[in-house]
T-cell receptor, first 116, second 115 residues
Framework: AQKVTQAQTEISVVEKEDVTLDCVYETRDTTYYLFWYKQPPSGELVFLIRRNSFDEQNEISGRYSWNFQKSTSSFNFTITASQVVDSAVYFCALSAVTSGTYKYIFGTGTRLKVLA | GAGVSQTPSNKVTEKGKYVELRCDPISGHTALYWYRQSLGQGPEFLIYFQGTGAADDSGLPNDRFFAVRPEGSVSTLKIQRTERGDSAVYLC?????????????FGPGTRLLVL
């Protein structure tokens, strides 16, 4: 079975603080992809990053960074120096080849509130 | 347009009525997906189209739900005899190719409320 767990339902931080959003996944596939999406109040899911199972190199993009660790089946997302505009719900998702389908399995999301 | 578009953005209907939700994917994208997002939850897969055919409809909750993509571009999700439990945001996504690595780009969703 495939599963994505985002244990943090809601996080509140004060602007300029760093914050890490956790994502733990389960899959038996050896080839899979992990994704993070941002869902602002407008509702549209905005793609942030894609990572494949063979590449454990951490990635940084501006204030965003991602830590992928296969040993712990985690793909955590850190926002450095958070801003009010980062307030949104963040989803982690898994895509793996199971029965030839390419659907995403999403976690339940983490609502991030950045306070001014 | 540059992104995935969905119409209507909001739909209010009465229990028992029929509704159609439309998705216009990114031009040239061959793969199209429908998801349903209930309040406080992550999106849940409904159906996946590869071209004109439904390659995977395992997520459709029951036979009241049906989707088509007759020309391999625009897709319509159809819900018959709507129930209050069908109230949710229905999201459409498309990707340029079929494959586990392909990034899906999502539309703004249709918020369906069944009274």
């Amino acid at each position: 079975a495939q599963k994505v767990t985002q244990a943090q339902t809601e996080i509140s931080v004060v602007e300029k603080e760093d914050v890490t959003l956790d994502c733990v996944y389960e899959t038996r596939d050896t080839t899979y992809y992990l994704f993070w999406y941002k869902q602002p109040p407008s509702g549209e899911l905005v793609f942030l990053i894609r990572r494949n199972s063979f590449d454990e190199q951490n990635e940084i993009s501006g204030r965003y960074s991602w830590n992928f660790q296969k040993s712990t089946s985690s793909f955590n997302f850190t926002i450095t120096a958070s801003q009010v505009v980062d307030s949104a719900v963040y989803f982690c998702a898994l895509s793996a080849v199971t029965s030839g389908t390419y659907k995403y399995i999403f976690g339940t999301g983490t609502r991030l509130k950045v306070l001014a | 347009g540059a992104g995935v578009s969905q119409t209507p953005s909001n739909k209010v209907t009465e229990k028992g009525k029929y509704v159609e939700l439309r998705c216009d994917p990114i031009s040239g994208h061959t793969a199209l997906y429908w998801y349903r997002q209930s309040l406080g939850q992550g999106p849940e897969f409904l159906i996946y189209f590869q071209g004109t055919g439904a390659a995977d409809d395992s997520g459709l909750p029951n036979d009241r739900f049906f989707a088509v993509r007759p020309e391999g571009s625009v897709s319509t999700l159809k819900i018959q005899r709507t129930e209050r439990g069908d109230s949710a945001v229905y999201l459409c996504a498309s990707s340029s190719l079929d494959g586990v690595k392909e990034t899906q780009y999502f539309g703004p969703g249709t918020r369906l409320l069944v009274l």
